[in-house]
């Protein structure tokens, strides 16, 4: 895989790599609230060796004072110390407790010990730290008295005593917000990797096309694979001329007096037929756009809101089919909406009354564009498809699996399929349809 491959990858899925994103600033900020905020108060300590005033005796002593601070680092963090300092201050911690806050390090090549005290009050960090070097100093006199009237051996002097901290220390916020943002990129890049390795959803014209080529479950098909006609991104420029070759093809296919469209995909997509319809309209040609629908999401919710009597009380035989027409001049075309859908809507678009109101719009239409419900809603496109002259699938790229859409295609038989149309949803409404279509 390319760069430009994850970069698909990551527009695909930027939903995720988001969601996982936040979720890791969260957890940081939510930990970084959770720790105590923290001072440290510091203090430096020298450390000397009684020698002579020769250089020699000068550079023998500054040897073994720093061979001294090597053992020294140990007993600044002694119990003893620490038990010492707590007699002194009072302080109601234990010697582990205490011991833990005491951090002392020496610079190399020096025969200097820093201390450092980490507490959650700043006074207290003072006094600890001020209060533990002059333990440590008390007990390395005592350590390196040889005699009880004599000097010590070595002596430790502070250089700087503990001043009150300005600032806290800790916890640093900025860090672990970067390390959450670090984290978040890192693994949201790594789920949308993942799911989008396991994702068995169409997105390509390819993947659609290695579908309607191979085998279908239970099918004998015996004709050419189901081809392509056009590949349709709703909501991007270029939608009137990309439609006008989607119509060229199917006029080339054969007659195109009526023409049926219903998806393949799990919902309705009436922005196609739509679409179509409009550009047959465009050639000054009389067309009507039949939502015939039965799963309620056809394309006349958008042209005629409200309930209607339509197309179902056309079959039902309450009203003629010249009174349930109704105008759209914005497309230039006629549309029949679907009506008062009741639960003998399917069957009386498979019986002979409706094959009666497509013989009476034939003859008073030059195409006639017929919206049907999703294979997998409803049996109404294979019963209706026999009637028109060509029928087309729909297919929406991103969310189709090629599960669905073989069991569509099982569904709907042998040598009914006229082509697919594949699209992808940037888009809704037929005044922004656009598309892009791949020969």
Request: charge should be neutral; hydrophobic fraction near 45%.
């Amino acid at each position: 895989m390319g760069l430009i491959d994850y970069w698909h990858i990551a527009r695909r899925r930027w939903m995720l790599i988001l969601g996982v994103l936040v979720l890791c600033l969260l957890a940081a900020v939510g930990y970084a609230r959770s720790q105590p905020t923290n001072y440290v108060a510091t203090s430096s300590v020298y450390v000397s060796m009684a020698t002579g005033t020769s250089v020699n005796d000068s550079y023998q002593g500054g040897l073994a004072a720093q061979q001294r601070v090597r053992s020294y680092l140990d007993l600044a963090t002694s119990a003893n110390v620490a038990k010492r300092t707590i007699d002194d201050l009072s302080l109601k911690m234990s010697v582990d407790e205490l011991r833990a806050k005491i951090t002392a390090a020496s610079p190399p090549a020096t025969t200097l010990i820093v201390f450092s005290i980490k507490d959650s009050s700043p006074e207290r960090a003072r006094d600890i730290a001020n209060t533990v070097v002059a333990q440590f100093r008390q007990l390395i006199g005592e350590l390196e008295s040889i005699e009880k009237d004599a000097a010590p051996a070595a002596r430790a002097e502070v250089v700087d005593r503990a001043e009150l901290p300005s600032g806290a220390s800790g916890p640093q916020s900025t860090r672990l917000l970067a390390l959450g943002v670090l984290a978040g990129l890192a693994l949201g890049g790594l789920a949308a990797f993942v799911r989008d390795r396991t994702d068995r959803k169409l997105r390509t014209s390819n993947d659609l096309e290695a579908v309607l080529a191979g085998p279908i479950p239970g099918s004998t098909r015996t004709s050419a694979p189901v081809p392509i006609l056009g590949i349709i991104d709703l909501g991007r420029p270029g939608a009137v001329e990309e439609t006008r070759r989607l119509r060229t093809r199917l006029q080339r296919n054969g007659e195109a007096t009526t023409v049926l469209l219903s998806s393949l995909s799990a919902r309705s997509e009436p922005e196609i037929a739509m679409a179509l319809a409009k550009s047959f309209a465009d050639t000054g040609r009389h067309v009507v756009y039949i939502d015939a629908d039965t799963s309620g999401h056809g394309g006349s919710q958008q042209i005629v809101p409200g309930v209607v009597p339509g197309l179902a009380g056309v079959l039902h035989g309450s009203l003629p089919v010249t009174d349930a027409l109704t105008g759209w001049p914005q497309a230039g075309m006629t549309v029949l909406p679907l009506g008062e859908l009741d639960e003998h809507t399917s069957d009386l678009l498979a019986s002979d009354r409706f094959a009666a109101v497509i013989a009476k719009l034939r003859t008073d239409y030059n195409h006639v564009v017929i919206q049907a419900a999703p294979v997998a809603h409803a049996a109404d496109a294979i019963a209706l498809a026999p009637l028109c002259e060509q029928t087309v699938a729909v297919v929406e790229l991103g969310t189709s699996t090629a599960p669905r859409i073989r069991g569509a295609l099982a569904t709907f038989g042998d040598n009914l399929l006229t082509g697919a149309v594949a699209y992808s949803k940037l888009g809704t409404g037929i005044q922004r349809l656009v598309g892009r279509l791949r020969l």
